[in-house]
């Protein structure tokens, strides 16, 4: 079935610091999706992804999908305490297909120390 | 802008009792609704999807099931829990097609705790 991985599962970073998450399919992704969920909470839409090469930013934040679509990466810059939660990655599996259902992957839980 | 509301937050249900979570959307019309679960280190699973009233999806084979009864309102459901129903129940919702695929946005969660 197909999965999304991704990596790093955990990251400690020091405040100001720099960080990268990914999120790897075997299959092309129709839809890139990133999230960010605070323990306990729903999750946050962060930014989405459609176009190979395409790159998207949002603040400190900048997320890419290569031109494959297979491969996307989460970019954070100057990492602050607020930046701290659960990164998610979720992807349409197929263009048109399954009425928007996504898949996601296991998350990548970031802290960042003061 | 729109809202989505999940209740309740929180639960605990001894086993073989039954469960009813509702989730609710303010602000859009039609929307496509989704039922997952998040348990942990699996991850997150679709449960179920709606495109419309009383239509119903099911993606995972469980003892859980799903009704639309109004347009923004979803309703998960079982009639008698088991243990491993315990878990974090999100919500979301999307604008329907014809796009090919449409960000969904996420209520806040129920936390169920199954004893």
């Known amino acids: 079935s197909q999965e999304l991985e991704q990596s790093p599962q955990s990251l400690i970073v020091q405040e100001g610091k720099n960080l990268t998450i990914n999120c790897t399919s075997s299959k092309t992704l129709y839809g890139l999706y990133w999230y960010k969920q605070k323990y306990g909470e729903g999750l946050i839409f962060l930014m989405m992804l459609q176009k190979g090469g395409e790159e998207k930013s949002h603040e400190k934040i900048t997320a890419k999908l290569d031109e494959k679509k297979q491969q996307s990466s989460l970019h954070i810059t100057a990492s602050q305490p607020s930046h701290a939660g659960i990164y998610l990655c979720?992807?349409?599996?197929?263009?048109?297909?399954?009425?928007?259902?996504?898949?996601f992957g296991k998350g990548t839980k970031l802290s960042v120390k003061p | 802008s729109q809202t989505i509301h999940q209740w309740p937050a929180t639960l605990v249900q001894p086993v073989g009792s039954p469960l009813s979570l509702e989730c609710t959307v303010e602000?859009?019309?039609?929307?496509?609704l989704y039922w997952y679960r998040q348990a942990a280190g699996r991850g997150l699973q679709l449960l179920f999807y709606s495109v419309g009233i009383g239509q119903i999806s099911s993606e995972v084979p469980q003892n859980l099931s799903a009704s639309r009864p109004q347009d923004r309102q979803f309703i998960l459901s079982s009639k008698k829990l088991l243990l491993s129903d315990s878990g974090f129940y999100l919500c979301?919702?999307?604008?329907?097609?014809?796009?090919?695929?449409?960000?969904?946005?996420f209520g806040p969660g129920t936390r169920l705790t199954v004893t």
């Open positions: 602000g859009t019309s039609n929307p496509n």
């Open positions: 979301a919702w999307s604008r329907a097609p014809p796009r090919p695929v449409y960000e969904q946005y």
């Open positions: 979720g992807a349409g599996l197929s263009y048109g297909g399954s009425q928007g259902n996504l898949i």
